[in-house]
């Protein structure tokens, strides 16, 4: 919230903190939506709140749109599964991938010309894996980022597996913010329409 930006997506929300966040975002972004484990709280009206399968069997993904000056922008947040080493199943990345796919499906039936995904995909922009969603939408920070833009892990990042893709607008700038006790990096970007 202090970096003053207007959109702010959370993912692997625990219900039991979705009041705290509540209450501690409510002056600056006083219209919001959680679905599942992941929430959107906005400084700009938000209409049609939904979630998003992505065969999950919870729910992990929302979208709304976002009512600006300019027009409606639909936003989605997700958080893909994460891929794991197992050692009775070597590398497990079916579930992730599935999920990648049925997210792809749904962005690509939006009807929205204006569309932003913003999340924990679990995967960089190079995993052949995510493009049911990659080949749809372009990366913020590969457009306009400022360095690496590495997110995880937040102790000594090294990879980008947190992600905001755009269709429909311009990307002016991404970066990473400062640690939280996440393990993760919050991501930023800035975009023009």
């Given at each position: 919230a202090?970096?003053?930006?207007d959109?702010?997506?959370l ?6 903190m979705v009041?705290?966040?509540?209450e ?14 992941v929430?959107?709280w906005?400084k700009?009206?938000?209409r049609?709140?939904?979630p998003?399968?992505?065969h999950?069997?919870?729910?992990r993904a ?5 009512v ?29 991938d ?6 792809g ?11 932003v ?16 969603v990659?080949?749809q939408?372009?990366?913020t920070q590969?457009a306009a980022?400022?360095g690496f833009?590495?997110?995880w892990?937040?102790?000594f ?15 002016v700038?991404s970066?990473?913010?400062?640690a939280?006790?996440s393990?993760?990096?919050p991501?930023?970007?800035r975009?023009?329409?």
């Open positions: 202090a970096s003053g930006i959109v702010l997506a993912e692997e929300l625990k219900g039991d009041p705290v966040y509540e501690g975002l409510a002056e600056a972004y006083p219209y919001h939506s959680v679905q599942g484990t929430g959107l906005s700009l009206p938000l049609g709140a939904r998003v399968d992505i999950m069997g919870w729910t929302m979208r709304a749109s976002v600006t000056p300019k027009g409606e922008v639909a936003v989605y947040v997700a958080h893909l599964p994460s891929v794991r080493v197992r050692m009775n199943a070597g590398f497990t990345a079916n579930q992730r599935n999920s990648a796919d049925a997210l499906a749904a962005i690509s039936r939006d009807p929205h010309e204006r569309l995904l913003l999340g924990d995909l679990n995967g960089t922009m190079n995993d052949r894996a995510l493009n049911g990659t080949s939408l372009r990366s590969g980022g400022d833009g590495f997110s892990p937040a102790s990042p090294m990879a980008r597996i947190d992600q905001i893709m755009v269709k429909g607008v311009e990307p700038s970066w990473a913010l400062p939280t006790r393990d993760h990096l991501i930023a970007a975009v023009a329409f």
